[in-house]
């Protein structure tokens, strides 16, 4: 079956601006999750969302804010970018919510540069 | 709020040496979570630890939780060339939150 797929997978953003990235589970996958990327922080829990519910949430300001629709699809949107915020963008998917035991997938990401 | 720690940052190993990462947690955990990912690509989900003192093994690897279930390893016998990449904990903090560590980058010379 097709795996996590995120769009899009590159981008490139003015300072200020807004983005919306999309990740579709793995069918029949309740659960997604957001993590950021970057060489100085490393991978860091943004959100996840389990049957349109937002569970948990990461240690991120308000303008990274996400949704998850009745289909499992979620996007993920970022306001008023900063520099900062260039990084690689992860979706991952799983059967149950985080910490069931279940295998997490994750995409091949989004990459932002902001610029 | 919620630290999770990684050593080494990086460890060069001849293949066929041994390797170990180990993973401290500042809260307790309930449970922890250990992920792969090769240069230039995703993370990929390796296995989840739940018990207090639960040890997993997947052929070469072997992963541990202690007591307190604070602490983490994940050890790798005999590496080979395909062991090659970074590999990070995750710890989970009863629904609260979810902390990466920084990650350990394994090099593996032929």
């Known amino acids: 079956k097709a795996g996590v797929t995120q769009t899009p997978r590159y981008l490139i953003k003015t300072r200020g601006q807004q983005v919306t990235l999309s990740c579709s589970p793995i069918s029949g996958h309740r659960s997604v999750s957001w993590y950021q990327q970057t060489p100085g922080q490393g991978l860091q829990f943004l959100f996840e969302?389990?049957?349109?519910?937002?569970?948990n949430k990461g240690n991120f300001p308000g303008r990274f804010s996400g949704r998850q629709f009745s289909n499992s699809r979620s996007e993920m949107n970022v306001s008023t970018l900063e520099l900062g915020d260039s990084a690689l963008y992860l979706c991952?998917?799983?059967?149950?919510?985080?910490?069931?035991?279940?295998?997490?997938?994750f995409g091949e990401g989004s990459w932002l540069t902001v610029v | 709020g919620q630290q999770v720690m990684q050593i080494p940052q990086y460890q060069h190993v001849q293949e066929g040496e041994d390797f170990t990462t180990y993973c401290n947690s500042s809260?307790?955990?309930?449970?922890i979570q250990w992920y792969k990912q090769r240069p230039g690509g995703h993370p990929v989900f390796l296995i989840q630890?739940?018990?207090?003192?639960e040890v997993k093994k997947q052929k070469r690897l072997t992963f541990q939780f202690g007591e307190a279930k604070k602490n983490s390893s994940l050890h790798i016998t005999a590496t080979q060339t395909t062991d090659v990449g970074t590999y990070f904990c995750?710890?989970?903090?009863?629904?609260?939150?979810?902390?990466f560590g920084p990650g350990t980058r394994l090099s593996v010379l032929p």
């Open positions: 969302y389990f049957s349109e519910t937002q569970r």
């Open positions: 995750a710890g989970d903090n009863y629904g609260q939150n979810f902390v």
């Open positions: 630890l739940v018990k207090s003192g």
């Open positions: 991952a998917s799983s059967s149950s919510w985080l910490g069931s035991g279940n295998t997490i997938y």
């Open positions: 809260t307790t955990l309930s449970n």
